[in-house]
C-alpha cells in the first residue's frame, strides 16, 4: 500500500516517473494505457511494476465511487528501440511473458455490467476517466457533500440503467448537475482545472475548441458540430458553437457541459486557461448554440449551463 487515498497513490505514481525513462505501463489485454499512468515513463523495470500495482490500487479506489469503471491488467513494458526488427508497438518479452506484471497472471475481472476481457468503447472510456478525475479532484478539496449527492444521484440512476453507455453518461449528467448545485462558481471552476490536468495528457492545440469538438464527435458524445473562431482583441477568441444529437441528457433547458468543458480545458496551452460560456440556446432534441469565449471576465459555464433568458 501505497497511500489510501487517490491524491497519495498519484504522488508515488508521479514520484517514481521519468522524463526520459524506457518503461511504461499498459493493459496486457487491450493495449490502453490507463489512468493514472497514462503519458507516464519510467526509468527502470522495478519502477514500472511498481506504478502498474500502483494503478491497481488507483483505480480499485476509484470503484467506491464508479463501481462500472473499466478493469486493467496493467503490466510494465519496454519501449523498443527505433531500429529494432518488427512492429514498434510490440510487446517486450517481460510484458509477454508476465514477468512484469503487477502480480499474479489472473483471468480478467468481470465488470458490473458481465463483461470481461473485452475492450471498452472509446466512449466509456472517456466517460470514466473524466469521472474519475472529478472525483480526485472533489476528494482532494474536501467536497465531501458534492461527492455524496453524486453517488446518491447516480446510484439512483443505475437501479433504472442497464446499457454500460447510458450509464456512463448518466454519471456525467448526474456530476455536472450536483457541482452545479453544491458548488460556488470558484469552486467548480477548480475542480474542472484539477480535473483536466489529471487527465491522460494531450499535446496543446492551436485551436482547442476546435480539437475537441472534433474528438467528441468521434467518441459519438456529439453528432454533429459547427464552430467558427473569431480572433477578438485583447478581450481574447470567440467560437461560436453549434451541437446537434448531443448524447447527455438535458433537462429544463439544463445543458450539462462537463466534459466539453474539461476536455477544451486539456487541450488548451495551460488546464486553467481562462473560458466562458455565454449565450446558449436551446434548440431541441440535444440540439444546443452556444458561445465560448476567452474573455476572463467571461468565465463559468464550462460544468454546467442554462438557456439564455430570452
Known amino acids: 500500500m501505497v497511500g489510501t487515498t487517490l491524491r497519495e497513490i498519484r504522488h508515488h505514481i508521479e514520484q517514481l516517473a521519468s522524463d526520459d525513462g524506457s518503461y511504461y505501463v499498459v493493459c496486457a489485454r487491450s493495449g490502453e494505457r490507463p489512468v493514472p499512468v ?105 467536497h465531501e457533500d458534492a461527492e455524496r449527492a453524486i453517488m446518491e444521484t447516480y446510484m439512483a440512476a443505475a437501479e433504472a440503467t442497464s446499457d454500460r453507455n447510458t450509464l456512463c453518461l448518466v454519471l456525467l449528467e448526474a456530476m455536472a448537475s450536483e457541482l452545479e448545485a453544491h458548488l460556488s462558481a470558484t469552486e467548480r471552476t477548480e475542480v474542472l482545472q484539477a480535473a483536466a490536468a489529471n487527465l491522460s495528457p494531450v499535446e496543446p492545440a492551436d485551436d482547442p475548441v476546435d480539437e475537441s469538438l472534433a474528438f467528441l464527435d468521434s467518441l459519438s458524445l456529439v453528432r454533429e458540430y459547427g464552430v467558427t473562431r473569431d480572433s477578438a482583441d485583447a478581450t481574447g477568441d470567440i467560437w461560436t458553437v453549434s451541437l446537434r444529437g448531443y448524447a447527455i441528457e438535458c433537462g429544463e433547458q439544463r445543458f450539462p457541459t462537463l466534459p466539453i468543458g474539461i476536455d477544451i480545458l486539456r487541450r488548451s496551452a495551460t488546464t486553467t486557461a481562462a473560458l466562458g460560456v455565454t449565450d446558449v440556446t436551446a434548440l431541441g432534441d440535444g440540439d444546443w448554440q452556444f458561445v465560448l469565449t476567452s474573455d476572463t471576465e467571461a468565465t463559468g459555464g464550462l460544468v454546467c449551463t442554462r438557456e439564455a433568458e430570452q
Do not use: N, W
Not at 38 to 47: K, P
Not at 86 to 91: F, I, N, P, S, W
Open 38 to 142: 497514462a503519458g507516464q515513463r519510467f526509468a527502470t523495470r522495478t519502477d514500472a511494476a511498481d506504478a502498474a500495482r500502483a494503478t491497481e490500487q488507483y483505480r480499485a479506489a476509484l470503484r467506491r465511487y464508479d463501481p462500472q469503471l473499466p478493469y486493467y491488467d496493467p503490466v510494465a513494458c519496454q519501449e523498443r528501440p527505433a531500429d529494432a526488427d518488427g512492429d514498434a508497438d510490440t510487446k517486450t518479452d517481460e510484458a509477454t511473458h508476465g514477468s512484469a506484471r503487477a502480480g499474479p497472471k489472473t483471468q480478467a475481472q468481470p465488470s458490473a455490467s458481465g463483461t470481461q476481457g473485452s475492450r471498452d468503447d472509446p466512449l466509456i472510456s472517456f466517460c470514466h476517466d473524466v469521472s474519475g478525475a472529478v472525483f480526485e479532484s472533489l476528494s482532494v478539496r474536501e
